[in-house]
């Protein structure tokens, strides 16, 4: 694994003495991280980096990963979706499974750490039994919470409002609460396999590998099946540029662990595309970090159809390899891509297909467009930013009463 001397070259030199010197405040501090699966989704694959380079910038950093069955994670899933501002099919039981599953959890853990930093919904409610520890205690929040349901969050709010402050990915994700609330954008790590640097060899070699054939334009949505990051939009788009242009469209996906809903998805997907030869579907496992990154750099226009998104993770992806990307206007997009200068922004499928034809037939244009989105990446989206305004966070709870911390 690399370590942060590496990254000296990529963000500056500037960027590390910043984190060395803020790290000076924190030596010896302790941080857990929780969240619900350890494969599987941009929260874990941010933990498993982030959390070694703390350790190596001086903090006791550790990471736990809360155990439940089928049946939670089916309930967390409707958690889930209810809090995206879909209908709602949460019931009452839901509540009983949920509360029982996070009360084996808490007899098995040690939450006596400096900084407690839970991530997302599914372990929220472990903050009921802080009662007798006088340590900090952080929520992230990584979803869209722009129109969650309003029974579900308000059962969340009462959690929520027991930390000490909230993190989101972006400002229309804010809500009334009585603790602080922060804004934090995740980011990637430009050294990892999924988005080093790869030889055209290596490129093409993977590509072989996985039978993508070279023979036409890639257009390449990369998302977990999920309903909520719109596959079935997705080929519906592309078939509407179909008539117009000879191109591939190739669906890339997986499951995760606490996403019970995946298998039956991608299912859907399979029976939508039947034998059309001109999309291709691959269900990859969640350690096919280099696949991923070789499918990205082979592809022609990167899609993230998303209905909603907590910051989109992929369009950071795709934009650091310097490629042009169409994504849906909601969550964390907007933030990332700036409409006609860093890629493109739309509401709709037609308006997906439109761009999508401008950019096959206007290589100069897209190519333009991914060297924007890539350096708008390098100045806002990397890991280093992310260590930096994590422990900038921690100083800030452990000096609560101060407006001005001198460093």
């Given at each position: ?9 990529i ?15 924190l ?22 980096r ?21 049946d ?8 889930h ?10 019931v009452?039981?839901d509540?009983?499974i949920?509360e ?12 006596d ?5 839970i991530?997302?919904?599914q ?17 992230r ?5 722009s ?22 990915s ?8 009585s603790i ?42 990369v ?6 990051k ?5 080929i ?24 019970p809903?995946?298998?039956?998805v ?35 226009i990167?899609?993230?159809k ?32 700036l ?11 037609d ?23 890539k ?16 422990m900038?966070?921690f100083?800030?709870l ?10």
């Amino acid at each position: 694994m690399s370590n942060l001397e590496e990254y000296r070259a990529i963000v500056g030199s500037n960027t590390l003495e910043e984190l060395y010197h803020l790290s000076q405040y924190l030596e010896d501090k302790s941080v857990l991280h929780i969240n619900s699966t350890a494969v599987g989704g941009g929260v874990a694959e941010i933990l498993n980096r982030i959390v070694p380079f703390l350790c190596e910038l001086g903090m006791e950093a550790n990471w736990e990963v809360v155990k439940g069955g089928e049946d939670f994670y089916a309930t967390t899933k409707r958690f889930h979706n209810a809090l995206h501002g879909n209908k709602s099919d949460v019931v009452t039981k839901d509540y009983m499974i949920y509360e029982d599953t996070l009360d084996q959890n808490l007899s098995q853990m040690r939450l006596d750490k400096d900084f407690v930093f839970i991530h997302d919904p599914q372990p929220a409610a472990l903050v009921k039994n802080r009662r007798n520890l006088e340590n900090h205690w952080i929520w992230r929040c990584h979803i869209d919470l722009s129109q969650p349901d309003p029974l579900v969050w308000d059962y969340f709010k009462s959690y929520v409002e027991q930390y000490d402050a909230c993190v989101f990915s972006a400002p229309s994700f804010a809500q009334r609460l009585s603790i602080p609330q922060v804004l934090i954008s995740p980011s990637i790590d430009p050294l990892s396999d999924k988005n080093r640097d790869l030889h055209p060899e290596e490129i093409e070699s993977i590509m072989e590998r996985l039978n993508i054939p070279d023979d036409k334009p890639l257009v390449t949505q990369v998302s977990r099946f999920d309903r909520l990051k719109d596959p079935l939009g997705v080929i519906e788009t592309f078939r509407k540029i179909t008539p117009y242009v000879d191109a591939r469209l190739l669906l890339v996906g997986g499951t995760a662990g606490d996403d019970p809903e995946g298998i039956q998805v991608l299912n859907e997907v399979r029976e939508r595309v039947l034998t059309d030869s001109d999309i291709i579907i691959l269900c990859l496992p969640p350690t096919a970090h280099l696949e991923i990154n070789a499918i990205q750099r082979a592809s022609t226009i990167i899609l993230q159809k998303s209905l909603r998104e907590g910051f989109g993770l992929t369009v950071t992806e795709a934009l650091w390899k310097g490629k042009p990307v169409i994504a849906s206007a909601v969550g964390g997009i907007p933030l990332q891509i700036l409409h006609k200068q860093s890629g493109i922004l739309t509401h709709t499928n037609d308006g997906a297909a439109y761009w999508l034809k401008q950019l096959l037939s206007m290589p100069e244009y897209a190519k333009k467009l991914g060297a924007n989105g890539k350096e708008h990446v390098r100045q806002n989206f990397l890991l280093t930013r992310h260590l930096k305004d994590y422990m900038l966070l921690f100083l800030s709870l452990e000096h609560p009463a101060t407006d001005f911390i001198r460093l």
